[in-house]
């Protein structure tokens, strides 16, 4: 999955191409925070946090060797039907949408990769993959940390399937400034790409990025005409394809399904 330096990467492009309130981003802190939500639980990004859930659980996904999130499902349940009560509310289940998205991006496209590439089989290609990843976001410029605020406690608290504890929201944003802190794009420049390069991963963050625009600038023009924002529906009016079910993959398939995000 992308690291959180990418996450983070991802919410500052966003916000530095458009204001919060032309995306439906009521609390821009609280969207930050959410883009590291689906993480908090699932055991080795954040140490010591109170329990763990599953990765097919935080991130709606299927078990897979290259998971593929339901960024689709999840803004259908918790965003078009289930709008949180209050704005902050809303702005962490927008960035724990956009985690998805981009997670469904990145790993769905090197589903693509792999199936038209000669790479390693198992455990390997899982650790390959990662580590281009990691490296790519740490040569990324990125600056932007968490304020712990009323807001953003109440918001975690009353989470979409499962409340946030506070002190796991101080564990997880002392993570994520850690990540701010220590990212110094020149020391990344010193590694080298296993499986996929810097030009791949640039031409993947920004068609990403493209996504997360338009997603979210459909939805507020739909929303002002009164109109319920179904995924379905944002995906029509924004001229984007309809969703893929990905299924379990087999390592030794020679079928190569059409990628669409």
Not at 65 to 81: C, G, K, N, T
Not at 96 to 118: C, K, M, S
Request: charged share 20%.
């Amino acid at each position: 999955m992308p690291s959180w330096n990418i996450h983070i990467a991802h919410v500052e492009r966003l916000l530095s191409e458009r204001t919060a309130e032309e995306l439906g981003i009521a609390d821009a802190n609280t969207f930050l925070f959410g883009n590291y939500v689906p993480d908090i639980y699932i055991g080795y990004m954040v140490p010591g946090v109170s329990f763990h859930l599953d990765y097919l659980i935080t991130h709606v996904a299927q078990v897979d060797l290259i998971p593929v999130p339901d960024a689709d499902r999840f803004w259908d349940s918790y965003i078009a039907y289930r709008t949180p009560q209050t704005p902050a509310g809303m702005s962490l289940a927008l960035g724990a949408w956009a985690h998805l998205v981009a997670d469904r991006y990145y790993n769905g496209n090197f589903r693509a990769f792999w199936q038209t590439h000669e790479t390693p089989a198992g455990d390997e290609l899982r650790k390959r993959k990662q580590a281009d990843f990691d490296l790519f976001g740490r040569s990324l410029r990125i600056a932007s940390h968490v304020e712990i605020t009323p807001e953003l406690l109440e918001a975690a608290q009353g989470f979409c399937g499962y409340s946030i504890l506070p002190a796991d929201v101080a564990k997880s944003v002392n993570v994520a400034s850690e990540i701010v802190r220590t990212n110094v794009p020149e020391n990344a420049q010193c590694d080298h790409y296993q499986l996929l390069g810097a030009a791949w991963l640039e031409d993947v963050f920004d068609s990403c990025h493209e996504r997360l625009r338009i997603w979210l600038e459909t939805w507020q023009q739909l929303e002002a005409k009164g109109e319920r924002p179904l995924s379905t529906l944002i995906r029509a009016e924004a001229g984007l394809p309809a969703a893929t079910a990905f299924g379990k993959a087999v390592m030794s398939s020679d079928e190569k399904p059409p990628l669409v995000l």
